[in-house]
């Protein structure tokens, strides 16, 4: 599965800091920048996350 870029430059500048990865809702399609992740979803709930690693 291709990666998704960040879309938005405070998504880029998000995952500039720190350890921080973005995650891709395959369900609802947002993507939030966090540390770490209970493994769902935070703006829908749905399992369907991805990890996305982002050089």
Do not use: F, N, Y
């Given at each position: 599965?291709?990666?998704?870029?960040?879309?938005?430059?405070?998504?880029?500048?998000?995952?500039?800091?720190?350890?921080?990865?973005?995650?891709?809702c395959l369900d609802c399609g947002g993507?939030?920048?966090?540390?770490?992740?209970?493994?769902?979803?935070?703006?829908?709930?749905?399992?369907?996350?991805?990890?996305?690693?982002?050089?």
């Open positions: 599965m291709p990666l998704i870029p960040p879309q938005t430059d405070e998504i880029r500048a998000e995952m500039s800091k720190d350890h921080r990865r973005l995650l891709h993507q939030v920048v966090a540390i770490r992740h209970g493994g769902s979803c935070i703006l829908c709930s749905s399992e369907a996350v991805v990890v996305e690693e982002w050089d």
